[in-house]
Structure formats: structure tokens, C-alpha cells
């Protein structure tokens, strides 16, 4: 994806955490899912709707390891990751991706559960089961 998340930060006001693909692809992660839409998380409170390639997704939990990018945060890769798989339907491509990320180092198991365990059930399902072979 070529957009930046620069544009998505002014139009959520600097309020803004860059997360899924596009965070993932910030953090240098090779090799991921065609997207074509930026996913910025906003405060709960906020009243932003999504506008053009600017999809808006209000949040009471933000990433407590995002780091600060100019106008906006960006999300760390095990919430990104977590995010980027609730928008992802097909089971192989989140297992390519978790396997992606943990393969190069990026995040851990653990740090993906626990973010999944935040995320409650909704859409969670296929990476549940892309973490099912990691055993404790």
C-alpha cells in the first residue's frame, strides 16, 4: 500500500493509532496481505466516521506499546497483528501472517494471546485458530 498514515492522523486529529496492515508494514513486516484501506483507531468518544481510504475504528482500548509518529500513534505488532487478523476471513492468510511475524521475531505467542484475550470474541475466531498448534 502506498498511502502513508499521515493523512489518516490529520483526518482523526491526531487522536489517531495506526494499527493492522498498515501498522504491520510501518514496522517493516515483508510480504503481507494486499489492503487498500488505513485503519485508525480512535478514541471511543470520538465521532469520526470512515472517509475514503480512511477506515475509523472507535476503541476503549488503546495499545499501551504504540509509538508516537508525528501526528498519530502507530500500534505495536502484536496489536496490529491482532487487529489485521479480525479483518482478515481467510484462516490461511491469518496463519501465514502469524507464522510471518513470530517466524521473523516481530512479536511473540504470548504477547499475541494476551492481546487476543483483550479483544474479546468478536471476529477472533481464525486467529484462535492460527494460534492453536502453539501449545503452553
Same mark, same amino acid.
Given at each position: ?23 504491520? *508494514?510501518?514496522?517493516?513486516?515483508? @510480504?503481507?496481505? &494486499?489492503?487498500?484501506?488505513? !485503519?485508525? =483507531? /480512535?478514541?471511543?468518544?470520538? %465521532? ?35 487487529? *489485521?487478523?479480525?479483518?482478515?476471513? @481467510?484462516?490461511? &492468510?491469518?496463519?501465514?501472517? !502469524?507464522? =510471518? /511475524?513470530?517466524?521473523?521475531? %516481530? ?30
Amino acid at each position: 500500500m502506498s498511502r502513508s498514515g499521515r493523512p489518516a492522523g490529520l483526518y482523526t486529529a491526531g487522536l489517531g493509532y495506526l494499527t493492522g496492515l498498515s501498522a504491520l *508494514a510501518w514496522h517493516g513486516i515483508p @510480504d503481507l496481505p &494486499a489492503h487498500d484501506t488505513i !485503519v485508525m =483507531l /480512535v478514541p471511543h468518544r470520538t %465521532r469520526r466516521v470512515s472517509y475514503d481510504f480512511v477506515q475509523v475504528q472507535r476503541t476503549r482500548r488503546f495499545d499501551p506499546t504504540a509509538r508516537q509518529a508525528g501526528g498519530y500513534h502507530i500500534c505495536g505488532v502484536a496489536r496490529a497483528t491482532t487487529d *489485521a487478523c479480525r479483518r482478515l476471513t @481467510d484462516v490461511e &492468510a491469518v496463519s501465514r501472517l !502469524v507464522g =510471518l /511475524v513470530i517466524g521473523l521475531g %516481530r512479536t511473540n505467542v504470548d504477547a499475541l494471546r494476551m492481546e487476543l484475550s483483550a479483544a474479546g470474541s468478536s471476529r477472533t475466531r481464525p486467529l484462535r485458530l492460527a494460534l492453536a498448534p502453539f501449545t503452553d
